[in-house]
């Protein structure tokens, strides 16, 4: 009955909604752990590869995280999920941060404005745009 179906709809998690947002993109690693990532960003060799894959955590609020190569080096970025707005965010907290409606917009966004990347060991900072969307 028709009924049915709309409960259906309804029972569809944001879960689903969120990976239906970035499972067809070019750049998106379904089953992908960190090594993998990592590896197959290092053999590109090229400044501005990224992917994003599935955080190997279990924290709803961090369901993906993004990863970049720049200058020999890999990044991996959070990608957290803020429920009360239903938006994403880049990152750790921290004041003045971007918020973006899905995880397409991230990475649109910094295709076309660098994105900073911090070396957590020495703290310097480097920038690049995302150029070159991989997968392993």
Not at 74 to 82: D, G, S, T
Request: charge should be neutral; hydrophobic fraction near 30%.
């Amino acid at each position: 009955t028709a009924d049915n179906n709309n409960v259906a709809v309804e029972s569809w998690s944001t879960e689903d909604n969120k990976d239906a947002d970035v499972s067809n993109r070019p750049w998106f690693a379904l089953s992908c752990d960190r090594r993998t990532a990592d590896d197959a960003l290092l053999s590109s060799n090229k400044d501005g590869a990224f992917m994003v894959r599935k955080s190997s955590g279990q924290d709803a609020r961090q369901p993906y995280t993004l990863v970049v190569f720049y200058k020999g080096r890999v990044y991996n970025i959070p990608i957290r999920y803020l429920p009360a707005t239903q938006q994403y965010a880049l990152g750790r907290e921290k004041k003045g941060e971007e918020y973006f409606s899905s995880v397409s917009h991230i990475i649109e966004n910094h295709q076309r404005n660098p994105l900073v990347l911090i070396d957590s060991q020495s703290n310097t900072k480097d920038a690049t745009k995302l150029c070159y969307p991989m997968k392993p």
